[in-house]
């Protein structure tokens, strides 16, 4: 079991930075991997970015790659991703969520949202024109 914990996110002008936090529970957390979703309103969930358990391999969608900057510190249990540039078009709650990674798959990452089974509670991002 883990629990994960948003925060990080607010009211940007575009243009501006974010950095998104997700602290998760547990003594595990270096084998899960780590997504982030995003969801405006209207619309479907969608996949931002995700990193391995390891850290070591990390995919992004292409419409935040060179923007955004996903990442994780293992030994304090947190997956963080980084927003820059952000555009009004970017405004949505962002999730985080993991997915439980058995050895010898440290460096596969995931992309669709049914693939991961922990998530959590969403953090508004919030960026203006």
């Known amino acids: 079991q883990v629990q994960l914990v948003e925060s990080g996110g607010g009211l940007v002008q575009a243009g501006g930075s974010l950095r998104l936090s997700c602290a998760a529970s547990g003594r595990t957390f270096s084998s899960y991997a780590m997504g982030w979703f995003r969801q405006a309103p209207g619309k479907e969930r969608e996949f931002v970015a995700t990193?391995?358990?390891?850290?070591?391999?990390?995919y992004y969608a292409d419409f935040v790659k060179g923007r955004f900057t996903v990442s994780r510190d293992n030994a304090k249990n947190t997956a963080f991703l980084q927003m820059n540039s952000l555009k009004p078009e970017d405004t949505a709650v962002y999730y985080c969520?993991?997915?439980?990674?058995?050895?010898?798959?440290?460096?596969?990452?995931?992309?669709?949202?049914?693939?991961?089974?922990?998530w959590g509670q969403g953090t508004q991002v919030t960026v203006s024109s």
């Open positions: 969520a993991a997915r439980f990674t058995p050895p010898g798959y440290s460096s596969t990452y995931y992309r669709r949202g049914n693939e991961y089974g922990y």
């Open positions: 990193t391995s358990s390891s850290g070591s391999t990390t």
